[in-house]
């Protein structure tokens, strides 16, 4: 009990205290009508540890660079909620496994598009429909023994028209979130014409912060001064502050700036629907050996997710999602393959988040991703039925520092074990373990 006492004072003194600017629950915050965009640059480098205790027992260590575009879109306005997610990676990704005296060199080319839209009615339930794109462009070349040379294209698209009904619409705390925090931060330099401010207040600056994100211009620089225009009209308009404290404008510039562009969400959603999904993968390798596979079904699914602040700084969510649906694969080019039955594909996976807003600046989180997979293929052409489950848990971290608001860098580190069992009795584990270092540049 003496060493609990120790920790949690040393704790105190690390960890800035802050004011008690208001009680309101940012939990409760219903955001308004918001349309929103971000769009910029990102590049990354990793390095990737990769062990196999199977037959092989291959030990791999790679490394990676990344350099891509991203733009995120979205929409909440008279009961229609619309998401789009596009981006566009290049990709070059080496390695060497150990064991097998072996190296590889691969570039990559990926695009993806990912769009949702929900329509809900007073009582929150919704109809969805969306559609999940992807497509991929990739070399590899192989060196083994450090002589012989292999080569390979595999190329692949991927499709999936998620349908959904449902009930539940999380809301946006964001804005809440960061209402308190300029507040807490003009407090501190001795700004503020009060010590502590209502929940209507609070929800009145939130709703504001909401409007003034919504402001667009081609000059980035005439885009700020327009956002600091009205971010203190309002707030001396509704007596916040001490308007006549020469030290407002800069303060209030630097609260509003180094915002944090983390979501935050409140709320539960419960859906349930189904999904057509359609994968082609093609290879071509250095003997012009050419195999497509494709495989196509649907998936009829159930997810329940909840997003929950626990309190200004603490944020924990969970997400979930069970699916249960036939498989078909096809199989063409020079690849002949006799048992392409149809199987039935089963699976379920959780998400499990806790994040902390350290400050206007600084997040970081840790997330715990278990799956369960199981495939129950069969064949008359086989003569034997192959039952496989495969059992898939990530458990990553990040930790993100904005210089700007337009310039942020991410570390990110993750642990994956992968096991899988199967009627034949194999009992392989993989296991990765990846480090990522990453910076962000946002256009708008």
Request: proline share 3%; charged share 20%.
């Amino acid at each position: 009990m003496k060493y609990l006492s120790i920790l949690i004072l040393l704790l105190a003194f690390i960890i800035p205290s802050k004011a008690q600017i208001s009680s309101y629950d940012i939990a409760t915050f219903q955001e308004p009508n918001r349309k929103q965009k971000q769009g910029g640059l990102t590049f990354d480098g990793r390095f990737r540890n990769e062990n196999s205790n199977n037959f092989s027992g291959r030990v791999t260590n790679s490394f990676n660079t990344n350099l891509g575009w991203f733009d995120n879109r979205f929409t909440d306005i008279d009961n229609i909620e619309s998401s789009m997610n596009t981006g566009l990676n290049f990709t070059i990704n080496g390695g060497k496994e150990k064991n097998e005296n072996s190296s590889y060199l691969n570039t990559t080319i990926f695009a993806y598009n990912s769009s949702e839209k929900r329509w809900f009615n007073e009582s929150l339930k919704f109809f969805g429909m969306g559609v999940d794109f992807s497509g991929r462009l990739n070399n590899n070349r192989s060196r083994f023994n450090g002589v012989s040379d292999v080569t390979a294209v595999n190329n692949s698209l991927g499709l999936r028209i998620p349908i959904s009904i449902g009930k539940g619409q999380p809301q946006n705390t964001s804005d809440a979130w960061h209402a308190i925090t300029i507040l807490e931060f003009l407090n501190a330099q001795g700004l503020l014409s009060k010590a502590a401010f209502s929940d209507e207040e609070i929800i009145g600056f939130a709703n504001e912060l909401s409007l003034i994100r919504n402001v667009r211009n081609t000059d980035f620089r005439l885009e700020r001064i327009s956002e600091i225009e009205q971010l203190i009209n309002y707030i001396t308009e509704n007596n916040m502050v001490n308007d006549l404290d020469y030290r407002l404008f800069a303060h209030v510039h630097d609260a509003w700036i180094f915002e944090n562009f983390e979501p935050r969400e409140s709320g539960k959603r419960f859906s349930l629907g189904i999904a057509p999904t359609l994968n082609i993968n093609q290879s071509i390798n250095s003997t012009d050996f050419n195999s497509i596979v494709i495989p196509v079904g649907a998936d009829l699914f159930v997810g329940y997710d909840v997003y929950k602040p626990l309190s200004l700084d603490w944020q924990l969510d969970f997400e979930s999602e069970f699916a249960i649906g036939p498989r078909q694969t096809i199989y063409g080019g020079d690849l002949e393959i006799v048992g392409n039955d149809p199987y039935l594909r089963t699976s379920l996976g959780a998400s499990v988040g806790i994040g902390h807003f350290f400050s206007r600046r600084t997040f970081w989180e840790l997330d715990l991703r278990p799956q369960i997979v199981n495939l129950n293929y069969s064949s008359q052409l086989s003569p034997f039925n192959t039952n496989t489950t495969v059992f898939n848990t990530w458990l990553t971290g990040q930790y993100v520092y904005y210089f700007s608001p337009q310039l942020s860098m991410n570390v990110f580190g993750s642990v994956n074990l992968n096991t899988q069992s199967n009627e034949l009795g194999e009992n392989p584990l993989f296991n990765g373990n990846e480090i990522r270092v990453s910076t962000n540049y946002r256009f708008y």
